[in-house]
Every structure is written in structure tokens, then in C-alpha cells.
């Protein structure tokens, strides 16, 4: 069964540097792999996703990850954190099973940023 | 595309109490999956549709739970006999074909507190 974790569960950055929000996979197959941004009282929204193809992703708002197999990482950055970046991310591995995928979605347990002035 | 509606945003119960939630996918997706979000957690798959057929039910659905899609369009979540840990954030998403290949569209949720 595939399972995500997501070490840390609030990272605090100052405006203008580096975010890194980590993430780490269990799956006996090539997953598929999700990066969801929630902020208050809102549902989730995609950043970027992960299909097989490029192993670097980049996604909206300036984020990006990169999926490293030999580590079963899915980190997500982004170079210069902006106030606004300031919610919950979650990652989120996509079920596969014996026929095929489900499409349903696995989720770690999130990560609140903090970006302070 | 007027994205995902779920009703109503706020709930408030009592222990006891049954309560429907409802969530209108975006109109050409057919798959429409339901969540559960509990503080400080991500969201936990309760079950999905494909048009009106419900093809799978987590463990974390009782038999209190129920979940119906009428001619694949909207869905409910019913919870019957309310408990104070039903209490979470429900949340619906769409999407239009099975798969990672598709973006699930995720509704804003409704918040469920049961007294």
C-alpha cells in the first residue's frame, strides 16, 4: 500500500528565502505524486503534479519539485517565499492497486508555512 | 467552469442529530470523490463515484454514512445519528476521468461540529 509523509509539520521562512516543505513516498510501483495547497476555511488547490515525465515539475505560484526515485522524495521549493505563500501543503500520492488507479489520493498529514516579515 | 459547490459550508449538530451534506461537481466530470479532514490532518478518502455507480467505500464509512450520486450529477453524504467525532471538514472533489492524468477539483467543504 502506498503511504506519504511529510517531515515537518510547520516550517516557519522569512519572507524572501528559500522554501523547502519535504516529502517522502512508500510505493512498490512508480507512483504518481501531488503537491495541494490549502488556506483557511478553503478547499485544496493543485500546485504541480507528478506523472512519470520530467522529474523536475514546476508548478503555479513560482513552487516546484523534483521527484528523486533513489530517495523517494518529492520535496517542493520554491526560491523566494512571498507572504501570501503563507497556508497548508499537503502532498499526496495517487492509489494504485492490482486494476489499475482509483484516482483517489493518499495524503500526508501536511505542512503549515509560516513566512514571517 | 464554476468549479466545485459543496452545501452547506457550516453545520452545526447536535449528538443525535442526522445531517445531509450535498456537493455539485464541476458539470462535465464524472468522477466525484469524497473526503474527511479532521484538525491538524490531511484528508482521509470516505468514497467516489463514477456517474451514478458508487465503486468503492472506505473502512472509515459506518453504516451510519451514506453516499448517493442521482443520474451523476450531484452527490450526498448523509450522516445518521451524529457523534461528537464525526466532527471534520467534509470535503467533495471532481474530476473528469479516472486517474493521476486528471486533476481532482476540490469544493471549499463543509465544516461539521456535532455537540
Known amino acids: 500500500a502506498q503511504s506519504v509523509t511529510q517531515l515537518g509539520s510547520h516550517v516557519s521562512v522569512s519572507e524572501g528565502a528559500l522554501v523547502l516543505l519535504r516529502c517522502n513516498y512508500s510505493?512498490?510501483?512508480?507512483?504518481?505524486l501531488f503537491w495541494y495547497v490549502q488556506y483557511p476555511n478553503q478547499g485544496l488547490q493543485l500546485l504541480l503534479k507528478?506523472?512519470?515525465?520530467?522529474?523536475l515539475v514546476k508548478g503555479i505560484n513560482g513552487f516546484e519539485a523534483e521527484f528523486k526515485k533513489s530517495e523517494t522524495s518529492f520535496h517542493l521549493t520554491k526560491p523566494s517565499a512571498h507572504m501570501s505563500d503563507a497556508a497548508e501543503y499537503f502532498c499526496?500520492?495517487?492509489?494504485?492497486?492490482?486494476?489499475?488507479?482509483?484516482?483517489?489520493?493518499?495524503f500526508g498529514q501536511g505542512t503549515t508555512l509560516q513566512v514571517k516579515p | 467552469d464554476t468549479g466545485v459547490s459543496q452545501d452547506p459550508r457550516h453545520k452545526i449538530t447536535k449528538r443525535g442529530q442526522n445531517v445531509t451534506f450535498r456537493c455539485d461537481p464541476i458539470?462535465?466530470?464524472?468522477?466525484l470523490y469524497w473526503y474527511r479532514q479532521t484538525l491538524g490532518q490531511g484528508p482521509e478518502f470516505l468514497t467516489y463515484?463514477?456517474?451514478?455507480?458508487?465503486?468503492?467505500k472506505s473502512r472509515l464509512l459506518s453504516d451510519r454514512f451514506s453516499a448517493e450520486r442521482p443520474k451523476g450529477s450531484f452527490s450526498t453524504l448523509e450522516i445518521q445519528r451524529t457523534e461528537q467525532g464525526d466532527s471534520a471538514m467534509y470535503l467533495c472533489?471532481?474530476?473528469?476521468?479516472?486517474?493521476?492524468?486528471?486533476?481532482?477539483?476540490f469544493g471549499p467543504g463543509t465544516r461539521l461540529t456535532v455537540t
Open positions: 510505493s512498490s510501483v512508480p507512483p504518481y
Open positions: 472533489a471532481s474530476s473528469r476521468a479516472p486517474g493521476p492524468l486528471y486533476e481532482q477539483y
Open positions: 463515484f463514477q456517474n451514478e455507480a458508487q465503486l468503492e
Open positions: 507528478y506523472t512519470s515525465a520530467a522529474t
Open positions: 458539470s462535465e466530470h464524472n468522477r
Open positions: 499526496a500520492v495517487s492509489e494504485l492497486h492490482g486494476s489499475g488507479n482509483t484516482g483517489k489520493l493518499i
